[in-house]
């Protein structure tokens, strides 16, 4: 590995370069050579041993940690495989790390703007709910497809389908599968490094990166990762620069061949003001939907829930749960939780019975769809309003509400399209639709006033 070795090192410095991570390189180490160091006659499998020999002229005081790590994964990049790289300095002894100089000096306290915030300082680890695996995951016609695509993510990152994104409702098992990617790579594959966020603490991080002045280690945390999973993408609407940042860590990761798995309430071209970059670069790899589980599915995901409560639901009761709540697969889940616990409560068997009364607020009338008219009817009748100004280009708070609550109902109770709910308020366009729909779960994620307006109108809908 005599001028090859050269060339990757050039290659894999020049990587480091154009990675924009905002880590200096020294002029010196380009003048370096690279030398593998395998045990002579070795050939089990294991990572190449590579030693960076640095030039006379080297400081090796200027080979920060961040460096050294990125410079061992550009290489790996280059070479294809896991390197353990080390530095010798010109007389043949190792270059160690610089150490941080010790405090002998008084000097004033250090801005708090210099630090990186304490609550992302262990954001590197994986906040992963042990029960989103595979194994607990209820497969169906609504999610096959988007079931298969993560098992092949999990068994070859990077090169099934990069990006995944995945587009879904609310509580219809998104992040299930996502967590459940993080946990199959990270039990079968340790050496990988990953990262899964919400889009909002992405954000987040970013703001506090900028605020206190550490942009560079914001960058070198999310671009130098292997595994790079991101919940409800759609937070970055209308957030210009972050969508800048991301649109950079996103050609990073995905020109060196590393996986990137989004997920989204909406598919990327219905995404709101989101730049046309990013709709394009989320359709490069395989956009998936999750659809509302069918009856089977749901009878399957209550047997499931229940089982992984140690209990054992009868047949009757089970059958009553998954038609009684048909929206999504978290509100199956809640509604399993309220009749054991119900049960438990009361000291009673569970029955047909008590299922009734643990969930007679909750049940649906059975098989019965819901009208955009009734929905229109109960908000009308709520609100003291006429469809004519729902319809019509008024935008004051007495009407706007009335009429996001009505999209967000259809949303959620109908099976149009958004293309159809905005025709029949006034030839809205989707968009509005998808902000109308956004707003309205904010305030009721929000507001418990508003959520229990919200709560009694769906209920006034679906009233025989």
Known sequence: MASSGSNLLQAALAQVQDAGAGLALPPWLWHADLVEKSPAGSARPGPSRLQVRLPEAARPDELGAALRSALARALERTIGRHVQLEFINHSGQAAPAPAPAPDTQPHPATPASTVWPARFANSDRLRLNPQCTFENFVTGPCNRMAHAAALAISDLPGRAYNPLFIHAGVGLGKSHLMQAICHKVRAHRPDVSMMYVS????????????????????????????????????????????????????????????????????????????????????????????????????????????KLRGVDLPEDVIQYIATAVDTNNRELEGAVIRVIGYASLCNRPVEMELAKEALRDLAAAPGRAVAMQEIVDAVLLRYNTRLSDLQSKRRSQSVALPRQICMYLARHMTNRSLQEIGAFFGGRDHTTVLHAERKIRQMVGHDPVFRGIAEAIERDIRRP
């Open 199 to 306: 889009c909002e603490d992405f954000v987040n991080q970013f703001i506090a990166s900028i605020e206190s002045g550490q942009i560079e280690e914001f960058r070198y945390r999310f671009r130098y990762l292997d595994l790079l999973v991101i919940d409800d993408i759609h937070f970055l609407a209308d957030k210009e620069r972050t969508q800048e940042e991301f649109f950079h860590t996103f050609n990073t990761l995905y020109q060196s061949q590393k996986q990137v798995v989004l997920s989204s309430d909406s598919p990327p071209h219905e995404i709101p003001l989101l730049e046309e970059r990013l709709v394009s670069r989320f359709k490069w790899g395989l956009v998936v939907r999750i659809d509302r589980p069918s009856f089977e599915t749901r009878v399957a995901i209550v047997q499931k829930k229940s």
